[in-house]
């Protein structure tokens, strides 16, 4: 890290110096967004909105097989696990099958 003394008048450390959470927040933003879906989904499951809240985390997980279908690799941070196909291809078959068993069971 460059001493204030060297660096030129008038800019600033980078993001990752000033503010390390926040620089980590805006690398992951598709992480976030997808964690985000799912912590609502969850939420209205356990506010007795079993069926909603099943087919928002269901949906939460076809926008984060979407992300890595077409963000490039660097801005995905932790969404790029295998392969893409393989993690679009699961993802998404694993959030459309949580919807759609949420919408086809009948009420009880």
Sequence with gaps: MSSPATRPEGTRPPLYV??????????????????????????????????????????ALVVAALFRLLLPLPMLGFLAVRSRTIDVTLTAGAGLTIALVALTLPSV
């Design 18 to 59: 000033r503010r390390p959470l926040v620089a980590g927040l805006v690398r992951q933003w598709p992480l976030f967004l997808v964690i985000l879906g799912v912590g609502v989904g969850l939420l209205m499951v356990a506010l007795d909105h079993w069926r909603r809240g099943l087919v928002v985390v269901g949906l």
